[in-house]
Every structure is written in C-alpha cells, then in structure tokens.
C-alpha cells in the first residue's frame, strides 16, 4: 500500500489567500486550562510542556484526517509505502524542510527521534518499544520502520512521536527531564517572544517550509484556570480559538457578538470513569479487581444525569457495555448488548443486590461496604480543577455510588497533577477520555493494550488482558474489513464480559470561535478537519494554517 503527497491535496488545506499585512498578526487562543505557564519546551513531556509545543513548534511526519476517513494529510513526509507483509514501512522525507535554527531536517532527525523513544521509556507514551524492532536510515529523506509484528494500523502511531532535531538532542543529558529552554523546531512558530506563568507568546518561524500558507504571525496564550473564567474571556471577545464547555452556549457566548461569536460540536473522545486494578490500598484495590463490584459501579451512574445536567446535553449518552459509541453503531456486537446491557443501566437497587451477591457488605455499621476480606473501601474520584462539565459529572457519579453503599469523595487537583497520578497509578478511580479514530480500534488500543498501560494517560487502569491485546494485534495484521468485524466483534465481547472502564458517553469536540479578528475556522460548513485547539489534536495544524486575518 503505498500513500503520497499530491499539489491537489495539499492546496486543499490552504482555502484561500489574503495580501500580506502590514502589521504582525497575533491570535489569542485557549489550548489548556492551567493556574500558571510552565516554561518546558519539551515535545516527549506529557504533563507540564506547554500546549503549544506539538504539531506548531515540531511539525509531524503525517496528519490522518479523522473528519475525511483518516486521510493522511503530508507534512515532514510526502509518502508512506507499507510492506505486502506488512512488516516495515518506508517513509519518504519532504525536502527543503530546515529546521528553525536553519539547519537541514535530514533522516538523522527522525533515526534520533525514535532513539530518544525506544532507549527511554518515559519518553515512549505511544508504545514504540514494543511496535518497532528497530528504525533504518536508507539514505537522508528515507526511513525505514521495521514493525515487531505486522501491522495495518501502525503508522497512525508512529506519526504521534515528535520528531526533533538530532544536532540539538544529541547533546542533551536528560531527554526525560530536558525543558528545552531554547527550542529549534520544524513547525510553523517556533520563538518564544514572551513568557511568563500567566501568558505566554509564540511566534513566526522564517525557516519554515510552509511559510506561504502561514498567515498568523503569533499566537498568545493567555492563562485561563477553568470553564468559569474561560466563559468570561470568551463573551467579552477576548479569544480567537478556544475549546472549553460552555453551559447555555447560545445565550452565554454566541447571544454577547452573533455576528461574529460561533461554535461546531462535533463528536469526539469516548469518555470513562478509571478503576485503578493497582489502587494503592488493599481494599480498593481488591474491589476493582472483582468484575462484580465493577459491574455494580457502573450502575450507580446516572449517565442521563451526567449529559443532560453536567453536560447540558452537549455529549452523547454511551451505555454501550463494550464502550464503542454511536459514530461505531456499524460495528456493534449486538449480542454483547443483550449479555451485558444491564450492567450499563442506572439501577441503585441492583447495584445493591449486586454487592451483596459478591459478598461486599458494611461490616462497622458506617453504611458503606467493605471488601469479601473485611477491607476497607474509601474511593477518591479525581477531575482536574475546573473542568466544570466533568467535576458535575463526578459529584452525580459519588452521589450514586454513595447511595448504592460504596464510600467515595471527588477531589479536584490540577490537570497537570491529575496527569501525572493517572501515569504513576497514585489514584483510586478518574474521569478519563480516550480518542477517537477512523475505527474503534484506537480508542481500544490506546485505554486497554497491556503493552500501553502505564505508559499515559489514556492506559491507566492497569487492566492487564492478553486475549484482549492479542485480538487488538491480530486486527492490525489485516485489512480485509469484514475479518476486521469479526475481530471487533470478539473484543466487544470480552470488555463487555470484563467492563474494565464504565463507559458513560462521549464527549463533543469543544470548540469554539471568534471571527472579529480572523477568518478562515472550520465549521459545519467547512468541515475541513478536526477543529479543536486542544495539544492533542494534530489536525490543529492544519486549522493554523487556513486562518486568515479580517479585511
């Protein structure tokens, strides 16, 4: 199979073009809620980097365009050629791309790149280690990777390394603990004009490949710590692109400038409550580590609730025991639903029934069960700090489980710190999201893989299955859709036997904007890619690369 760059597609992402202003144009945009900027550079780092490191300081090898069937989109490579095995695939650089410093971008960068991957586990949050039996130079615009085992899907995980330049790494100690203070990057803005831990600048790269198509000169982030102070930003005119939950959208944001306030919610992440199988106490641990008390958690949630009250109806109800979603109805195991269907209904009296069965009862009189073994069980749910969808969410998902006799509080640390316990396994149970692809392949294999777990923190419930994985790994060694089904139809059966997360709905992809000042946003009727602003969006990009200023 081989894939290339064509001028067709290319000139496809660029949708018009404006003279050149006079004076620098600067975007506001919200990529992250934080209460402070950290100064890290650092494009391998998951928690403290700055929003804006991937995809606009270090441009990808390829976009797959979720909203155009996963077509590859071409970016520091043009082509991708798969082996009739599927064993390797040989990738061809883009040449004339220098890097922002002016150096060459050779096939040394990416053989470092994937080095700094493989050789460093803390680096490797895609699973490289076990994809990859190693990385070939075959000349300097050619890469060969050479898969461990055959794989369809692999290259839409090996375009999620950030690629860096060798010259600048080589030299570096600690890739782990590395900020990057002075970074030289690939992407369209690459220098730090300013920054400080309440707002930050990033502007122009003069050596970049794409700079005809580059019409924003900067782009400022300014530090929003939650939905609330984002709401205020964002109807005073303040933001340009942003992606947040705003309740009551029409009235609180579009109603303040209608000509030029907007939003597109298209479906995005799968959305999961994690039960830590390696929970640092015994009790808790022990609980999630019994199908049974999973079963009776995910019946304490009122996922109608959660939607229509938490979400004011913006995401989607998900109630599928397998957790596939509504955009993947086509691949349901419908046996899976009639099996397991019932462990996804809101029922407090047979979550009851449930615990008791399993021999979970309140042995000091307090109220609330303990473990078969006496154990105590005291669950604390962590959210990041002002994501008000998703704490509204928590406090219906504790009032529940509370009500069915299990003892649970919510915490709310900050998104960087609730990062980091989901990565380390400091946690008892969190509201999580996964992506989305093309398939449900992705979201399964970036939440459940046992080769992914611990590695981020979209694996880490430390459910260890191999049945599952090996199923997930045998649907990458065909491309034949209806074995595909079948395969599909088999791991439906197993996450719904096991329900290692409770799945409540998926989430839209928020995103909102603001045309006063810039032109040019996706929509509805532009549906050109993903729009979202958020640091895990590659398509991001390409969004970046369409805005024009306002005549």
């Known amino acids: 199979m081989k894939f290339k760059a064509t001028a067709g597609l290319l000139a ?29 550079f650092n494009p391998f780092n998951q928690t403290t980097a700055a929003p804006s490191v991937m995809h606009f300081m270090y441009e990808p090898l390829i976009i797959f365009n979720a909203l155009d069937g996963g077509k590859p989109i071409f970016r520091l490579a043009t082509a991708f050629d798969y082996a009739d095995d599927l064993g390797s695939i040989t990738v061809t650089l883009r040449d004339g791309v220098k890097w922002s410093d002016g150096e060459a971008f050779t096939a040394d960068d990416v053989m470092k790149s994937f080095d700094l991957a ?36 692999a290259m839409y995980q090996i375009v999620r390394v950030p690629i860096v330049p060798e010259h600048v790494w080589s030299g570096v100690d600690d890739p782990v603990t590395f900020t990057n203070p002075n970074p030289v990057g690939s992407g369209p803005l690459t220098e730090i004009r300013r920054f400080t831990p309440q707002e930050y600048t990033q502007c122009r790269n003069d050596n970049y490949w794409d700079a005809d198509s580059l019409k924003v ?42 000509e030029h306030h907007s939003y597109w919610l298209p479906g995005g992440s799968l959305v999961a409550f994690y039960m830590n199988f390696e929970a640092p106490e015994a009790g808790d641990k022990a609980a999630f580590n019994d199908v049974n008390f999973r079963r009776a958690v995910s019946m304490a949630f009122d996922r109608e609730a959660m939607v229509e009250i938490a979400g004011y109806g913006y995401p989607t109800i998900n109630q599928y025991p397998s957790g596939l979603g509504r955009a993947f109805h086509a691949w349901n195991n419908d046996g899976v639903d009639e099996k ?33 073994d006496g154990e105590q069980i005291d669950l604390e749910v962590i959210v990041p700090n002002g994501w008000t ?18 003892k649970a509080n919510v915490s709310t640390p900050e998104a960087a710190v609730w990062t980091e316990k989901l990565i380390t396994g400091e946690y008892d149970m969190a509201i999580n999201s996964v992506r989305v692809g093309a398939t449900p392949f992705n979201q399964y294999l970036d939440s459940l893989h046992t080769n992914n777990q611990a590695k ?25 859709t209806e074995k595909q089904m079948e395969i599909m139809a088999e791991v439906q059966e197993i996450i719904g036997e096991e329900m290692p997360l409770a799945y409540v709905f998926n989430n839209p992809r928020w995103y909102q904007y603001n045309t006063k000042r810039f032109t040019g946003f996706f929509n509805a009727d532009n549906p050109v890619a993903n729009p979202v602003v958020h640091k895990t969006n590659p398509a991001r990009l390409v969004h970046l690369l369409n805005l024009r200023p306002a005549e």
């Open 12 to 40: 496809s992402v660029a949708l018009w073009t404006t003279t050149a202003q006079a004076e620098e144009t600067v975007l506001t945009a919200l990529p992250d809620q934080v209460t402070a900027w950290v100064e890290n």
């Open 456 to 480: 981020s923190r979209f694996a880490a419930s430390r459910y260890y299955n191999k049945e599952l994985s090996a199923l997930l790994d045998t649907f990458t060694q065909t491309s034949d």
């Open 217 to 258: 000169d900067c782009m400022r982030f300014p530090q929003i710590a939650n939905n609330d102070q984002a709401l205020a930003a964002a109807a005073n005119g303040e933001l340009d692109w942003m992606g947040s939950f705003l309740p009551d959208i029409d009235n609180t944001f579009v109603a303040k400038d209608p």
């Open 389 to 406: 969808d998703w704490v509204n969410s928590c406090q219906i998902a504790v009032e529940g489980l509370n009500a069915a006799g299990i």
């Open 340 to 372: 397991f269907g019932a462990f996804t209904q809101y029922d407090i009296e047979a979550a009851k029934a449930l615990l008791a069965k399993a021999g979970f009862k309140d042995i000091n009189g307090d109220g609330f069960v303990e473990s078969p």
């Open 118 to 153: 493989l050789s460093n586990p803390a680096l490797d949050s895609v699973g490289m280690a076990q994809m990859l039996s190693g990385v070939e130079k075959l000349d300097d615009k050619t890469v060969r990777f050479n898969l461990a085992t055959p794989s369809s899907q």
